[in-house]
């Protein structure tokens, strides 16, 4: 079993910036592999991005590539999500999960945080 907790939402305006972190306990966190999704309101959830075991390989949504960056700590059992050049159409309650392995598959994640919210001002 994984706990995750999201914290670092907030309201920012267009252009600006915000690091969500995502704290896991239980389960040895470097064995999974954590991911990045989110869900507008009336919306699916999406993936946003995802990074391996070792943090030495990601994958990002051509959605916010170039914009976001996903990193882990594993001294910590922290998974992050640098998110810069923030638009309005990036407001979403951000979620983080924990798989098996790296996917850009919402199904293949076992373990999901409560999620934070994320409201970008025009």
């Known amino acids: 079993q994984v706990q995750l907790v999201e914290s670092g939402g907030g309201l920012v305006e267009a252009g600006g910036s915000l690091r969500l972190s995502c704290a896991a306990s239980g389960r040895t966190f470097s064995v999974y592999a954590m991911a990045w999704f989110r869900q507008a309101p009336g919306e699916e959830r999406e993936f946003v991005a995802a990074?391996?075991?070792?943090?030495?390989?990601?994958v990002h949504a051509d959605s916010v590539k170039g914009r976001f960056a996903i990193s882990r700590d594993n001294a910590k059992n922290t998974v992050y999500l640098q998110m810069n050049s923030l638009k309005p159409e990036d407001t979403a309650v951000y979620f983080c999960?924990?798989?098996?392995?790296?996917?850009?598959?919402?199904?293949?994640?076992?373990?999901w945080g409560q999620g934070t919210q994320v409201t970008v001002s025009s």
């Open positions: 990074v391996t075991l070792s943090g030495a390989g990601t």
């Open positions: 999960a924990a798989g098996a392995v790296r996917s850009r598959t919402r199904s293949d994640y076992r373990y």
